[in-house]
């Protein structure tokens, strides 16, 4: 009894032998290392949003620097959206340059710094 008992249990056990699957970014397209992932709600929680998408840290504190939680929430509560938009066409061009652990502090944009 205790042979089965074993055997089940090492059956059920992760086997040291496989890898992770990586992440990879729905804004950028490049994997994301464990230490720059981020839950971003495609649509706002003060919104009503629910679901989440990994993303790098970086790209995640871009897009809340560039739109409003209304805008996210009507317009842009999807990875392909946000590609298309120009601003983000730019920082994904310029993050596709760096390494998968850049990070760096991303301002807010002016047009939000106004409102």
């Known amino acids: 009894m205790i042979g089965k008992i074993r055997q089940k249990l090492i059956s059920l056990a992760p086997s040291p032998y496989l890898k992770m699957v990586d992440l990879v970014c729905p804004i950028c397209d490049r994997p994301i290392p464990e230490s720059q992932k981020d ?3 495609l649509v706002p929680r003060s919104k009503g949003g ?3 998408a990994y993303l790098h840290r970086i790209c ?3 897009i809340h620097a560039l739109f409003t939680e209304t805008e996210l929430a009507t ?5 392909s959206v946000l590609q298309g938009h120009p601003e983000m066409q730019r920082f994904i061009h310029w993050v596709k340059t760096k390494p998968n652990y850049f990070y760096e502090k991303s301002r807010k944009s002016t047009r939000l710094r106004e409102t």
């Open 75 to 79: 317009q842009f509560n999807n990875a």
């Open 50 to 52: 629910k679901n989440t």
């Open 60 to 62: 995640h504190r871009q």
């Open 39 to 41: 839950a971003h709600h």
